[in-house]
């Protein structure tokens, strides 16, 4: 007999859902039976969890029973202490030893309390843990019914997570209170990350399920060949700007729920990490921002292998994706992450960081192997350059590529983004070096072999090696220094590695690569210059004016090289990368296999030794050219030095210099001439100085403590060729006689009056100082004094 149906008003509205939903058609009848089955075991199914509910509530109470009456059996037990106590001290209360026992018995008694209330608390606090994770489990296994409505399943996940989220609060408050409930809280840990095991892939399997149906990822648009980086962009049909209704709510909903699992995630690292891994990163990317990133650019992938060799098309096309999306992270999905209550993230800038990670992901996957293998090959048919080209043309890609996205990172008012630490890493596509620093050596290599390459047909070039030609509004420093047009050659291709290290993303990268790139540019500019100087010394001895002009270029040369680099190791990107070369070198492995490198300790700035090997080129060759030119002033000085006779009697008549002491001195003006012309001024004040000591110590040495008499006519005849030598300098200085410290106190000791240079006291400190003498010994003004002869 057929039962009839009830009526349509005692239905609930979930019911008629349910039945429109299922029965929507007379051709639905036919299905009935096996949505009656579907039924009957969906209820047998709640007919056990409620069973097992009823169990477990029954384990609870017996539980809670059987601590209760612990408890109640410790609160007796503190009774009959407190009635012991109050008889002990109504028999005796003047009892000095009762009271005493009684401060002993209240003493113990407060113990006992205190641990009476930490057992009730900890037995309260397991069973509530033991409770909520519980409903996390049953919340778990809910979801993994495929029977179970969908609604019904989002709604049980939610009621998930809100449980896990009041488990981890209180998980929070017993570390900081009770930190020896170890084995408490590690047991609850272990249980909920069972559940969460089960709980994440399913949500993140439902988003992309969700994110399918909503048409994600959206149709790549064409790009223009001729024109990659043409910042016109079609219309993009933005799925995540035209979802609606249902799907709009689900979406969101959807999106808020793996943000929070992600939050609840974080807290509980956070937890589980402190005290102990401090340095760990726990910040992640967002995985609400990866599941959009990851179909896309998998999509995007199928257009990259067509791209091998033009690798600007890759870059140009995940820079329109990433430009025509930004805006909807910020309008639409933003509130949602706001809601969510997950602090520390923008989705601007986890969805630009997520692009650019995938990417370098793609590179060393892919891109970066192919290259290598490619430059395999051509080292073994001993042909490398087109695939040395090709390398130098994705780095060219991928620094442009940086560069696009920084300035879409600012333009997107993210400028504060770029100055936190760690940030720059997320959004450059060089960071794929920072796991492959054998990557980062094979680049070094290849950007050195390209700059030497055309730095030889510079160094080949004659007209390089002159001053002329110079532009004084830009080469002013280096025209004041009369450097020869080589050295801002050299300058130019270190300036031009320098940039390439300022695009790396971090300082140990920027480090590296200066040292295995900059630093021999360095070193091969300082050879070319020793070997320069070095031919020059072997064919003439520097005797000839050519060859002193060679030398005073490749000094002029050093000296502009070094200023530049000083000036720019004041920078603070150098600063860090010297810095950071000192860090590495205070492991004994680093100091045994740097070549080239003193042993003394690192500076700051990573150019801080070979600054040094500079000045210390510079250094050796100025003193080289002074002694030169001594050497040559001796040689013609020597006849002048020998000839004692002439310091007995006056000048030759008509003649207010000596004659042997003429050729001397026109050698000296002409080879200063010539290295005051060609040598920059603060080399040139050096060399002159230099000769001045020399020839002060020469005409000392030589003539005052020779034991050469000096009469009145030959004091003069000194007095007069001294005076033309300090004119000669006279042109450099005010007072050049204070360059010849020696010999202008040696004349002035010859000068004195016979009465003041036969006194008993020459020499004598108080002598001295009294007439002025700073630099002679008291021997010397003894021996000067006994060599001169008074005439009266």
Known sequence: MARSLPPHSSLSANTIFFLNSKLSSEQDLDGAPTILS???????????????????IQSHLTRHSSQSGRVGLIFSNIHAHLQGLQQSSAHSPSDGVSRRGMGEGLQALAKEVARVETVRKYAETALKLDTLVGDIEDAVSSTLRRHALKKDSEDTREKAIRTLRLTEDILSSVTKKHPQWTQLVSAVDHRVDRALAILRPQAI??????????????????????????????????????????????????????????ELQRQRKTRQLEGHYSEVAVRQPLWAIEEL?????????????????????????????????????????????????????????EWISAIVSSLSTYLAKETFPTYVSQ??????????????????????????????????????????????????????????FCDRPDWLDLWAEIELSDVLDKLKREMANDINWSNEGQVASILSAQEDLKSPL??????????????????????????????????????????CLLLRCQEAEGLTALADDSALTKVAKSVNATRYFESVLIEWCE????????????????????????????????????????????????????EKLSTVV????????????????????????????????????????????????????????????????????????????????????????????LAVLFGAFGAWCLRPEGFFPKVSEGLKLLRLAKAQLNNSLVGDERWLKENGIRHLTAPQVKQIAKNRVYST
Not at 209 to 237: E, I, M
Not at 308 to 323: H, Q
Not at 490 to 513: A, E, G, H, K
């Open 205 to 262: 399997a439902d988003h992309r399920a969700l994110l399918a149906s909503l048409g994600w990822p959206p149709p790549l648009s064409t790009l223009n060949s001729s024109n990659p980086y043409d910042k016109r962009s079609n219309d993009v049909q933005n799925p995540l700007f035209t979802m609606q209704g249902d799907l709009k709510f689900q979406y969101c909903e959807s999106f808020q729920a793996l943000c929070g699992l992600q």
């Open 630 to 721: 001594l050497r040559g002033f001796e040689a013609r000085f020597r006849d002048y030095t020998k000839n004692k006779k002439q310091w007995q009697e006056k000048g030759e008549e008509g003649w207010t210099v000596s004659r042997s002491f003429i050729g001397a001195l026109d050698y000296l003006q002409g080879k200063m001439s010539l290295l005051e012309e060609g040598l920059n001024k603060t080399d040139f004040i050096g060399v002159w100085r230099s000769l001045a000591t020399g020839i002060d110590r020469l005409i000392f040495n030589g003539i005052l403590v020779s034991n050469v008499k000096f009469y009145d006519g030959g004091v003069e005849r000194l007095g007069n060729d």
């Open 375 to 432: 430059l395999d090959e051509e080292s073994i048919t001993g042909t490398e350059s087109q695939a040395r080209i090709s390398w130098l043309h994705l780095i060219d890609s991928m620094i442009a590529f940086d560069k696009r996205i920084q300035s879409l990172v600012v333009h997107s008012g993210m400028s504060l983004f770029l100055e936190e630490d760690g940030n720059l890493l997320k959004i450059s596509s060089l960071s794929v």
């Open 486 to 527: 080589i050295s801002g050659s050299f300058l130019r291709y270190l300036s031009s590695v320098v940039d390439r290290c300022r695009s790396l993303p971090s300082i140990s990268l920027s480090s590296r690569f200066m040292r295995l790139t900059g630093a021999p540019i360095i070193w091969k500019f300082l050879d």
């Open 293 to 349: 990133v990851n179909p896309l650019f998998i999509e995007a992938q199928r257009h990259f292998s067509k791209w091998i060799d033009k690798p600007e098309f890759i870059f140009a096309l995940v820079y329109k994706i990433t430009r025509d999306y930004v805006d909807s992270m910020d309008e639409l999905l933003q509130p949602l992450l706001d809601e969510a209550m997950l602090s520390g993230y923008s989705c601007r800038e």
């Open 38 to 56: 579907e039924l009957r075991t969906e209820c047998d199914y709640l007919d056990q969890s409620l069973s097992d509910l009823n169990t477990r």
């Open 571 to 622: 920078d603070v990107f150098f600063l860090e990368m010297g810095l950071n070369q000192a860090g590495q070198l205070k492991t004994p492995e680093d100091n045994n296999s740097t070549s080239r490198r003193s042993t003394e300790a690192p500076g700051i700035s990573i150019f801080d030794e070979e600054i040094r090997k500079l000045e210390q080129f510079r250094t050796e060759w100025v």
